[in-house]
């Protein structure tokens, strides 16, 4: 399983971007999946989730600004950020996981200027 994130750039404060992960097989109609981010000297961090069936979860930081959902005839999940915070600035990456395995994308640079 391939996954290729996109969307990322440079914005301004409060600005808003749509990253997408594209999968190369059908695999997030039944995998549980997720975007995290990881800013320089920091770990990387959980901001949203999305399982098989519907239900989502946000990190506190982000609830109210993001937004994740997927498209399954595209393959494709996506994360929706919106009033952009210079916190924000990071590389985010999509990841999809089930028991005993996880893949993941490469990831795609959010840079938030204030």
């Known amino acids: 399983v391939q996954l290729v994130e996109s969307g990322g750039g440079l914005v301004q404060a409060g600005g808003s971007l749509r990253l997408s992960c594209a999968a190369s097989t059908k695999i997030f109609s039944i995998n549980d999946m997720g975007w995290y981010r990881q800013a320089p000297g920091k770990q990387r961090e959980l901001v949203a989730a999305?399982?098989?069936?519907?239900?989502?979860n946000y990190a506190d930081s982000v609830k109210g600004r993001f937004a994740i959902w997927r498209d399954n005839a595209k393959n494709t999940v996506y994360l929706q950020i919106n009033s952009l915070k210079p916190e924000d600035t990071a590389v985010y990456y999509c990841?999809?996981?089930?028991?005993?395995?996880?893949?993941w994308g490469q990831g795609t640079q959010v840079t938030v200027s204030s």
């Open positions: 999305l399982t098989a069936g519907g239900s989502t």
């Open positions: 990841t999809t996981y089930g028991v005993g395995y996880d893949y």
